[in-house]
Structure formats: structure tokens, C-alpha cells
């Protein structure tokens, strides 16, 4: 795996408060690489200081293929969280001006946005003005921009905040295609699901610092354990003492018994007591979103220390 950007120790303080410690991820080409954390995590400030927007005070950042130190902005593609868009242009030249900063041909230029408009359902807009379009659509002009000068690393800061379930959809597809062509994406989203199906790889802040770092695979083995969702009448206490059962959550006859790592899943079947009322019950894997909120909550420590320790994915 080719590596585009290697993030290296980076530390950032504001004001005598440290907000990101110790930040070593790598972007390879070609992969969806997903930064994740609960708000005020510090993944902005980690984008901002790959962006040379501010600069850290621990730690370089390095973009292969170009000397040390310097930030290739006309190779990079960057969606920032804050939107915005000149409002008085019309959505052609908004999208040709920003192919100029990057020194990108404008024939060239003209052509891929033609197409990405028609792909991101845009066409026909070319000469409307910015200040009319929706905020959803004006994402995507937006979106087309970051990517018209063909980047080699592409930062989408919450590119799915604020679109419809069919323009996700969209997006996704269209972020997956330039993975695909090569482009070596980082990504920053709070939607899990999103998360789940087009990233590769993960990495993940709490407090400024790494607590997941591996490929989704990787990161599902070992942190994904297992529920055991029950319907019917049943004593929460009852099951809350089965063996490796570490909680239970209920919803009026629905409970969810979440499992312990490593749990033999036949065998602990076997092991349900015959008192117990079931209408429906099934096994799953837990979702990246209950992984989340399972780090963000620090709930993963308990686990952690209960095992001894199980360290990174990677
Ligand atoms: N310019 C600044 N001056 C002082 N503190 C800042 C500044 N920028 C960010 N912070 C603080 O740094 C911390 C991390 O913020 P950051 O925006 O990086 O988080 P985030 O993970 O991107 O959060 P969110 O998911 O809410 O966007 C927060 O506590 C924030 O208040």
C-alpha cells in the first residue's frame, strides 16, 4: 500500500490545553480512511493542521511523493465542516474559479464538471446563481470543487451532513469511484452507517487522543462483540446474571443481552436457562455505531481492564 500522507505525533494546545496528543495515522492511495470521534474530539483540528490552516506544536506532517515539510495544496482536495460558496457567481464559474486556484486547465475543468453535475443530479444548473440553490445542492457544487482539479488526497470534513438519503447515497457512490480511481480519501463523519460502507480503514479520537486505529475489519473482530436480542416477558435480572452477559438494555418485552468478547456463541445458547420466554430471538454482531458509543462513553475501558487489556486494533 502506497502511503499519499503520514500524520506523525502531532500535538496541538490551545491556550495550554492540549486538544490533540500524539496523532500517527497514515492515508494510503486508493483507500477511504474514516477519522472518527465524539464532538470536540479534536478531528477538525487534526484536518486543519494536515491543511496547514494552523500548524501543530508536536509532530510533522508529511505528503509523500513531495518534500518534507511543504503541503501540496493544488494535489489536495479539501470539504471543509464550514460550508461555504461565493453567493453572486453562477455555479459554472464558482466551480471553473476554484479548478484556476489550483492552476487545473480550464478545458479540462469545464469537461469534469459537466459530468459531475449530471452524476450529482446538477445538470442544467450551470448557470443558475449560487445564492438560489438549496443548501443540499449547494453542497455539492461545493463537493465538485474539492474534487475538480483531480486531488490525489481528498479531506471530506461531514461531507453527508445535511443531504437527503438519496444525495448520501450519491455521495457515497462518487466518493467510493474516486477511492477507486486512486484518490486517497480522508474522511470525518459522525454517521456510522455511512462509515460502515465505505470505509477501509479507521481512526479513532477521544479526548485528542487514539483509542482505535486498524481496518474496519480488524476494528469489528475485536471490538464488534456479541448481543443476544430477546423478545418476550422476561426478568432483566434474570438475564443480566448468565454467564458473559456484561449488560442488558430493555425496551418494554425486548431485551438486549450484550455479550462478552470471545464468547463460545452455540454454547451460550445451550446455556439459557428453560424458564426463559422467547417470541423471537437473534444474534448479532454489534454495529460501528454501538462500537462509538461504546469508546466515546470510555465503556470499552471497562471491558478493556476486565481482559487485561486488549490494546488497538492496530
Ligand atoms: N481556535 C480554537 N481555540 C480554542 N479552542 C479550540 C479552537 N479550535 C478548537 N478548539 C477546541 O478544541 C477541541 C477540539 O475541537 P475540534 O473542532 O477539533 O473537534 P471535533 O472532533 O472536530 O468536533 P466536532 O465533531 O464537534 O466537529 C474542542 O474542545 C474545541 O473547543
Redesign the pocket.
Known sequence: MEPILTVEQLGKS??Q?Q??QNISFQVHKGEIMAIL????????????NIMGI?YPDEGKVQFHNHPTGEIPRHKIGYLP?ERGLYKNVNVMDMILYLAELKDYPLKKARERAMEFLVKLGLEGKEKVSVEELSKGMGQKVQFIGSIIHEPELLIL??PFSGLDPVSQEVFKKEIQELANQGTAILL?S?QMNMVEEVCDRLFM?SH?QKVIYGSLEDVKNQYANFKCTIRGKNDAKMLEQLADVQRVERNGDVSVAYLAPDVHVPSWLRELPENLNIHELSIDRISLHEIFIDVATDRHLVQDSQEGGKGDAK
Open positions: 490551545f491556550k490545553t486538544i490533540i470521534g465524539p464532538n470536540g474530539a479534536g478531528k477538525s483540528t487534526t484536518i486543519r494552523m465542516e470534513d461531514e470525518s459522525h479520537i485528542g
